[in-house]
């Protein structure tokens, strides 16, 4: 089905067609219509299927834009799905005029949202804990409301939000209208459906087969301490003409950026905050070749179209087995044999097994390379460019120049060339060094955990899924990569990855779980504080203990917890 024959109204039409839609995903041309009808509906579709879409252009079309009141709201599981989701809307809603799309989720100042609601507000699209703060406060009116949309309500009821989610449905109008988009269908969603939603049709969209035949697969063990370095070395080793690199978070994208090009490569960055002009901008210096690299995340990376990519590089696995197949699948393209590279870090390998399993296809270890593979790799091209040089001929004002100095010198012109060759090839050549120190065995680096310490615990009726829930939300950071999780009466234990740590103790800072305020910090194996007391907690006494909790920083190694994402 195309968007223009359909009845949608002309300024939605127009906003499709500057995104470059033309024809409907089946997520989209079996929920649009439904969801124009007024209906309830299930919506079982996976990620990268377009469901945004398919519910951001019907709710926009029922959205009256003279009326200042919230009308739609949609709950995500995550601050990055609410950014990306609500990203989409915009676009979508981009000439219809007076209407308003805002995102509210946790880390965000609370007072520019509360000025922001004040200004008039038809779309929400928040997380969970963030809507029901705004509930508590009284600034988020929802008698008006009528649609509401759970994205991902799986990953919503797994993170522990059920409570939440309904309720925030109890306060809703009863005559509304309740979509619910899942990538499964476990009990526990078609309990909520039969609950909450009136006949609700069921639509479902088969996940298609993406096979990547022509790109050549690897990956290679590393430690987390040792990634830019081993990009490196790949970048050197194949010395792609046109290559994409992809990250997992905007942060990881700036960072890595920065040390490509203190390393020397032309490289740029691609990711959500930046400006629609800075992304053209990048966007043109890489298809003209002004830059080499391009370092994006999954969602930036969403319009880049460029037939010569010769290889892709996952410096980190991606969090979705589809982003995978989407990622590689820039490369290889008109015919062309393309190669993909993933670096793994620890347990990251199980994940990587997934997305074998659903590739059905196999992605091959290969050792990360050693400066003298390096070395015997630029040497050999170097040879080549010899070959050619003295294929063309001209080189005689040169020869006269190496003879006169052999005369002067008394070295032999083999020693001549390989001093020429050295000079070529730079430093690397000789530094050997390099590979001391860089040790790629499994070791501290594939399990490093930075254990955390919440004061809240049993007797404050938390449970493991809000904390998950919590993390993940604030920090964005997925929540299957938390590790175990250690409750007592009083407090909680969580281990994090090392390489997260910071970012979950800042995004929780001065965050309520459940409407309780929590203190994280970073604790040691014993459960102790040093030279700090935490006193009370959420109404309780310190524990029975009374002894201080240590805010020191210990990596260890744990099992993985219950909670997912």
């Not at 308003?100 to 949202?113: A, E, R, T, W």
């Not at 003209?288 to 990519?309: E, F, H, P, Q």
């Not at 234990?493 to 800072?509: D, R």
């Amino acid at each position: 089905m195309r968007f223009d024959e359909t009845n949608l109204n002309a300024p939605i039409l127009r906003a499709v067609a500057e995104m470059g839609f033309e024809e409907m995903t089946p997520i989209q041309a079996a929920a649009i219509p439904v969801v124009l009808e007024g209906k309830d509906m299930i919506g079982q579709a996976q990620t990268g299927t377009g469901k945004t879409a398919a519910f951001g252009i019907p709710l926009l079309q029922r959205v009256d834009s003279k009326d200042r009141s919230l009308q739609a709201l949609v709950l995500c599981p995550t601050r990055e799905l609410a950014i990306q989701v609500a990203e989409e809307i915009r676009k979508l809603a981009k000439f219809m005029h007076g209407v308003k799309v805002l995102p509210i989720y946790g880390g965000q100042d609370m007072n520019k949202q509360i000025r922001s609601l004040k200004g008039g507000v038809q779309v929400i699209i928040g997380t969970p804990g963030r809507v029901m703060d705004h509930m508590r406060r009284h600034t988020l009116k929802m008698g008006t409301v009528r649609m509401i949309t759970l994205d991902e309500a799986d990953e919503m009821l797994n993170m522990g939000f059920r409570e939440d989610i309904e309720t925030i449905l109890k306060e809703l109008p009863e005559e509304r209208q309740t979509l619910l988009f899942s990538a499964t269908m476990p009990q526990p969603i078609l309990d909520l459906a039969e609950t909450y939603q009136k006949d609700a049709e069921i639509v479902r969209v088969v996940k298609k087969e993406l096979t990547v035949p022509k790109i050549e697969q690897y990956y290679y063990e590393v430690r987390q301490k040792n990634k830019p370095e081993v990009l490196a070395r790949l970048l050197d080793m194949y010395d792609p003409k046109r290559a994409l690199v992809f990250c997992n978070t905007k942060r990881m994208v700036d960072e890595l950026v920065a040390d490509l090009q203190l390393r020397g490569y032309f490289a740029d960055g691609l990711h959500g905050d930046l400006k629609q002009q800075q992304r053209d901008r990048v966007m043109e210096a890489f298809r003209s070749g002004k830059i080499d690299l391009l370092v994006a995340t999954d969602v930036a990376a969403r319009g880049i179209d460029v037939d010569d990519v010769e290889a892709v590089f996952n410096y980190d696995v991606p969090q979705d087995d589809e982003y995978y197949v989407h990622r590689i699948g820039r490369t290889g393209r008109a015919g062309r044999v393309g190669t993909s590279h993933t670096l793994v870090v620890g347990r990251e390998i199980y994940k990587l097994k997934d997305i074998m399993r659903y590739c059905k296809t196999k992605i091959h270890l290969r050792p990360v390379p050693s400066v003298n593979d390096i070395n015997e790799i630029r040497a050999e091209k170097l040879m080549n460019r010899v070959d050619e040089l003295i294929a063309g001929g001209e080189l005689h004002s040169m020869t006269e120049l190496i003879e006169k100095h052999i005369d002067e010198t008394d070295c032999t012109s083999l020693e001549m060339a390989a001093a020429l060759l050295k000079l070529s090839m730079g430093e690397f050549a000789t530094d050997t060094a390099i590979d001391e120190g860089l040790d790629m065995s499994e070791g501290e680096g594939r399990s490093a955990r930075a254990r955390l310490f919440v004061n809240v615990g049993k007797r404050d009726k938390i449970r493991p899924g809000d904390i998950v829930g919590a993390i993940a939300g604030e920090s964005g950071m997925p929540g299957q990569l938390v590790g175990s999780i250690q409750m007592y009466d009083n407090y909680t234990f969580v281990e994090v990855p090392g390489e997260y740590a910071e970012e979950v103790l800042q995004a929780m800072h001065n965050v309520k779980i459940r409407g309780r305020s929590v203190l994280v910090e970073r604790a040691n194996g014993g459960g102790k504080t040093e030279g700090k007391s935490i006193g009370k907690r959420s109404g309780h006494d310190k524990s029975k203990s009374g002894e201080k909790r240590s805010v020191q920083h210990k990596r260890s190694g744990g099992k993985k917890g219950k909670t997912s994402e």
